[in-house]
């Protein structure tokens, strides 16, 4: 149970109007009976009022004006009877209805009628209401929640599908029938997906025509520059080239990986000395450190491979020395230069970022490779800032069973 969800604020909400409007309509009722008492209590004594002054003789109820309550006393006028509710010497309360007597106006013919029946039965009514709104409040709690939930699960399939989203899956669709509000936020939902699915085929299609097309004439160019006669400016041409050939190959590796067209192929791998043998193989000097003898059943090529790129962009964008440390299907790659930039920590490396002056960029290939081929065998590859440093941390699958 989350206080803080949807379900439970509509419920509170929903408790909190059914309280008020219980409130004002006991209230209403409350003083709509209490006046229609009073109302009764003043026909009742002015009718005593009149019996009194229509039998022959002196009236039986006559008494001094200043036996009466001042409050009745100051409302006196001749000929016609006033009213007034008060409570007596005991607390007891009473409806008075008086009218002057005599010429000189110093006496008066009174009449007094017990209120206590019907405050007691205002009391009871009170107490019956609130009753009732106990009773109504604890079936509209329940049914308030339950009303709650139908959105509440709604907007929860929403977010589960959100999350889906931004985990990659561009498939994930949600429940956008209906004509309200959360309909409309599940539409736009939907939309944004498809839109953003949109875009990284057409990356995806863009990364492997770049490479298809360029291709050919690349081969064309290699075997040209092999014919050059030696010299300085052949050897910077034959770098440049090699450079080019080898963005080409990643772009392929990169569209090979997008369209899921890589399998993993396990077999046992010696951790450390795989290591080794990937930092010589790209030339980097980096340090192997090793507890015992760490085996896994993975593919040998791949995991070079995303070792290779992790050793080199550590040694491009990062600072001397490169430490690479295996453990039990865990290797570390950990440098001591400024890090990894927040917006690749947070968005992931890009493909075709350049300025080599912010880490990240101008190697986004590397580790874009690097994660595609550590999801082709089934590792996790998290890229994070130590003190001190960067550390891409790959953690391998264990055999099952």
């Not at 409570?87 to 009218?99: F, K, N, V």
């Not at 977010?159 to 990659?168: E, F, K, L, P, W």
């Not at 899956?169 to 939907?190: C, F, Q, S």
């Not at 043998?277 to 980096?286: I, M, N, P, T, Y």
């Amino acid at each position: 149970m989350n206080p803080a969800s949807l379900r439970w604020k509509i419920a509170a909400l929903v408790t909190l109007a059914a309280t008020v409007v219980a409130a004002v309509v006991g209230l209403l009722v409350h003083q709509a009976t209490w006046q229609r008492a009073l109302d009764m209590g003043k026909a009742r004594a002015e009718v005593a009022i009149d019996k009194s002054l229509a039998s022959t003789g002196r009236p039986a109820d006559v008494v001094t004006v200043e036996e009466l309550p001042d409050a009745l006393a100051a409302q006196l006028r001749p000929g016609r009877p006033v009213t007034w509710y008060g409570l007596d010497h005991r607390d007891e309360p009473w409806m008075w209805a008086a009218q002057p007597y005599g010429s000189d106006g110093s006496e008066a013919v009174i009449a007094q009628i017990s209120m206590g029946s019907e405050l007691l039965s205002l009391y009871a009514l009170d107490r019956d209401m609130v009753k009732a709104a106990l009773l109504a409040l604890a079936g509209v709690v329940p049914l308030s929640v339950l009303a709650a939930e139908l959105p509440n699960r709604r907007l929860r399939r929403m977010a589960r599908t959100a999350r889906q989203i931004a985990d990659g899956d561009l498939t994930a669709r949600t429940d956008a029938r209906g004509r309200d509000e959360i309909a409309e936020i599940g539409a736009g939902l939907n939309s944004m997906a498809a839109g953003l699915r949109r875009r990284l085929l057409a990356e995806q299609r863009f990364t492997a025509d770049v490479a298809h097309d360029l291709r050919t004439p690349l081969m064309g160019l290699v075997t040209v520059v092999e014919l050059l006669e030696e010299g300085q400016a052949t050897d910077l041409v034959r770098d440049r080239v090699r450079v080019l050939r080898s963005l080409v190959e990643d772009l392929l590796e990169v569209s090979r990986l997008d369209a899921g067209a890589e399998v993993a192929e396990r077999v046992r791998v010696p951790l450390a000395e795989l290591a080794e043998e990937s930092a010589a193989r790209v030339g980097v000097e980096a340090r192997v450190l090793a507890s015992g003898d760490p085996v896994a059943e993975t593919d040998p090529r791949r995991l070079d491979r995303i070792l290779a790129n992790l050793v080199l962009n550590a040694h491009r964008h990062g600072a001397p020395p490169v430490e690479i440390t295996v453990g039990d299907h865990v290797i570390e790659v950990r440098d001591r230069g400024p890090g990894f930039p927040p917006e690749l920590l947070a968005d992931g490396p890009g493909r075709f970022r350049t300025g080599a002056a912010e880490r990240g960029r101008g190697h986004g290939l590397g580790l874009t490779i690097a994660l595609g081929q550590a999801q082709v065998i089934g590792a996790d590859l998290t890229l994070a800032n130590a003190p001190g440093g960067a550390v891409a941390v790959l953690r391998l699958p264990r055999p099952s069973g």
